[in-house]
């Protein structure tokens, strides 16, 4: 079992930067990805950004350039830093871990094993 707990989130104002943080716990040893989602009021859970053990990471082209993910695998946490950030990022933001997440699927929900708690980014104009 792995547990996944976030932190960080809170309110920014547009074109301002704010730092996510998820901290893993338990068995963690057979994690091959970690990634960010997040879900909107009325939208469905879309992908944001994933990072394998191989050090591979890919954004979604809605992040791509204002997004970076990292991780900090002696202390077990991901992080993911936003910045430039619009009103149309306002979410909660889940962090997620998978064992063998399928080649080129690495941003879909369903290919992840265990899930934060999540935490909310509003984002104000």
């Known amino acids: 079992q792995v547990q996944l707990v976030e932190s960080g989130g809170g309110s920014v104002q547009a074109g301002g930067s704010l730092i996510i943080s998820c901290a893993a716990f338990?068995?963690?040893?057979?994690?091959?990805?970690m990634g960010w989602f997040r879900q909107a009021p009325g939208k469905e859970r879309e992908g944001v950004a994933a990072?394998?053990?191989?050090?591979?990471?890919i954004y979604a082209d809605s992040v791509k350039g204002r997004f970076t993910i990292s991780q900090d695998n002696p202390e077990n946490t991901l992080y993911l830093r936003m910045d430039s950030v619009k009103p149309g990022d306002t979410a909660v933001y889940y962090c997620?871990?998978?064992?063998?997440?399928?080649?080129?699927?690495?941003?879909?929900?369903?290919?992840?094993?265990?899930w934060g708690q999540g935490t909310q980014v509003t984002v104000s104009s």
């Open positions: 338990g068995y963690t040893y057979n994690i091959y990805c």
């Open positions: 997620a871990a998978a064992y063998t997440p399928r080649r080129g699927r690495e941003l879909l929900a369903e290919e992840y094993n265990y």
């Open positions: 990072i394998d053990s191989d050090g591979n990471i």
